[in-house]
């Protein structure tokens, strides 16, 4: 995602032929004219959803982890399309690691917040239940 420049660079031509493919599918669902996607947006919006995420999860923040399962459920099925090539491709291989990777990836976030989850309700259970002394 270097050099965004005016055309969305490197990452928006990424994304081009993919997002067209998904507005595709949408005007053959919804109608013609259903959704226009700008792919300059939609890479700034990967940019931002990623960047500020990643800072907010590094510093244990739930809000960042769950822009990161936004980023993931979004990016992971038009970025790593190995089911638009055959078995034997050198490329389906490569594409299905980095996917499985990404979904491994997403089952670590949720694992995060529940876990972040289960330890606040521990807190408040113990806070809210004090143990009479018996003397």
């Not at 931002?48 to 822009?67: D, E, I, P, Q």
């Not at 970025?79 to 997403?106: C, T």
């Amino acid at each position: 995602f270097n050099d965004f420049g005016e055309d969305g660079g490197p990452a928006a031509k990424e994304w081009a032929a993919k997002l067209v493919t998904v507005e595709k599918f949408l005007a053959s669902t919804f109608g013609k004219g259903a959704l226009n996607i700008d792919t300059r947006h939609f890479a700034a919006a990967c940019i931002v959803l990623k960047g500020l995420g990643g800072l907010l999860f590094v510093f244990g923040s739930s809000t960042g982890a769950y822009l990161l399962i936004y980023y993931l459920i979004f990016a992971t099925p038009l970025l790593y399309d190995f089911y638009n090539y055959n078995v034997g491709e050198p490329k389906f291989f490569r594409l299905l690691s980095e996917f499985i990777q990404s979904i491994a990836l997403l089952g670590a976030l949720l694992f995060f917040l529940g876990m972040k989850n289960s330890i606040v309700r521990k807190q408040l259970k113990n806070k809210a239940a004090p143990k009479q002394k018996a003397s």
